[in-house]
Structures are given as C-alpha cells and as structure tokens.
C-alpha cells in the first residue's frame, strides 16, 4: 500500500474534486505525475502507482503526487479526457497549493502532458523528467506495439491488473505490493464513470488524436525554441513498451535546444522502474534535482 508519510487532500478545481499526496505544505516540491488513459490503460494508474518512491523522496523534500481526472479520487471530466486536459489539470493542481517552484516528475503519458505544460512556461517548473514516456517518444517504423495486447477480462479485475503489471516488469516482484491499490483504484467511482465514457468510439478517437496532436506539437516545439527548462529522460533496459532507441531519440529530439538535457537507463527495469528500482530512480531524480536548483 502507499507509504503513509503522505497524506491524502483533495481540492476543488472547476467545481471538480481533485485528489492529492502530500507530505506537507511547501513552496518548493517534487510532482508526481502519473499516466495512462481510463478504460484504455489495462491497469488502473494514480498516484498509487509511485508507491514507496514517494516516502523515500519525502526524506528529502517536499512531494506532492496527484490523481488525473478520472483516476484514484479525482472525479472524471465532462469534456474527452485528452493530453490538453491532463496538462490543464497539473496545472491548476500546482497553482491552487500555492507552488512557486516544482520539478515534475511524470510517467507514461503523463511525460507528455508535462513536456507540453513545460513549453507554456508557467513560470514555476524547474525542470522535467520524463519516464517510461513512449507517448512523447518517436514511434519509428509505426509498428504497433502487442505488450499490452488482448488483456483478460474484465479490464480492471484483479486477474487483468496482475497481467498488465507483470507484463510491464522485468520482474514480477514488485507487483503484489502494488495490485491492491490498483484494483481498489479501478473500484472507484471516478475511474468506473471516465473508463465508462472512454468505451464511446468517439471519445476514444478524441483521446488518440490528442495524443497525436500533442506529440507533433512538442516536436515542432522542440524544432524551434525548444523545451524551456532542463529535461531529462529516465527508460527501463526491457521496457516492453518501448525500445531505448525510442528513449534515445526522445532524448535528442528535447536535447535539441535545450543545455540541460540528460538520458538514464535503468537496469533490469520494465516500464516501472521506480517500482523495479527504487534506490536507482531515486538517486537519479534527486541529482537531477539538486543540479537544476
């Protein structure tokens, strides 16, 4: 289960509730970014899903990890849940605790929508790390990836979760520390209510379109002006997701225009290395911390 040095909060944004982690009251702080996409994920994603990474890094500062719309306790948006809405509401998450100054710290699609929200530049992100991001990464040759392919069903039962999360790791280790928290995420009404609207046609188009978009965003970005703060790109050795070439180039396109660009492979890691190795992603993050503020 999450560590209990954090402690759970939830906020009200547009009317909305939105469900936070955190060890205190700060100005400065590291932010937890998860990813996924509700009813499409075949694990049910929050912030549950850093796990005991957000004890070890409360030793050293301030953490802060929240729940997207439609995951954990943060209710599910009106409008298509799409990579603007996940940047929108990291931002209004990070503006409505009084932050003046964060590292954000984002996962799978969540690296994404960080790297977006980045570019608008807020004025309060120092820097970034991507992990396990193959939504912001180059797709290549575009040949679809099966990893996660045909999960058993029911999506959201605990047979499917163990598949995914297994799937997703080197190891299976970590998983049973993990399944419970994911199985009482996909239990919640906000997940039920987003993954419900997410099975319409239409507003699944709407969300890989987003993605698409935002991708071809950033890259004309990063072909520009580039990324604005330092940035760096955490990958697992066997990602079953994404290859590290993905990684690599991930990492020259926002290496492009950007000084402070760094790239970390993470051995004997799938696409949860904070989960396989903790002390590893750990170190990383915070060397990137400590040499950015």
Request: charged share 15%.
């Amino acid at each position: 289960m999450t560590t209990l040095a954090l402690h759970s909060h939830t906020l009200a944004i547009d009317g909305l509730a939105a469900r936070i982690l955190r060890d205190r009251e700060a100005h400065t702080a590291t932010v937890f970014v998860h990813g996924g996409a509700p009813g499409l994920t075949p694990y049910s994603s929050g912030a549950h899903i850093w796990g005991a990474a957000l004890g070890r890094f409360a030793e050293d500062s301030a953490v802060l990890a929240l729940d997207l719309p439609g995951f954990g306790g943060s209710d599910a948006l009106d409008a298509p849940y799409t990579i603007d809405a996940m940047a929108d509401h990291i931002d209004a998450v990070v503006r409505a605790t009084g932050m003046r100054r964060c590292h954000l710290v984002a996962h799978d699609t969540g690296g994404l929508a960080a790297l977006l929200l980045a570019c608008r530049q807020p004025g309060y992100i120092e820097a970034v790390s991507v992990v396990s991001s193959v939504a912001a990464a180059p797709t290549g040759d575009g040949v679809e990836n099966t990893a996660l392919a045909y999960p058993p069903q029911p999506l959201g039962s605990r047979t499917s979760q163990r598949w995914a999360l297994e799937r997703l790791s080197y190891s299976p280790h970590h998983v049973r520390g993990m399944l419970d928290d994911c199985v009482q995420a996909a239990q919640q009404a906000p997940h039920q209510v987003a993954a419900e609207r997410m099975a319409d046609p239409i507003t699944r188009q709407a969300w890989n379109t987003s993605v698409a978009r935002a991708k071809a965003r950033l890259f004309e970005f990063c072909r520009g002006p580039g990324v604005p703060v330092p940035v760096q790109v955490v990958w697992g050795t066997h990602d079953p997701t994404g290859t590290i070439d993905q990684g690599l180039w991930l990492y020259r396109i926002l290496a492009q225009h950007q000084p402070i660009a760094h790239f970390h492979l993470i051995n004997r890691a799938g696409a949860l290395p904070f989960r396989e190795q903790p002390e590893v992603f750990h170190g990383i993050i915070s060397a990137f911390s400590d040499a950015v503020r």
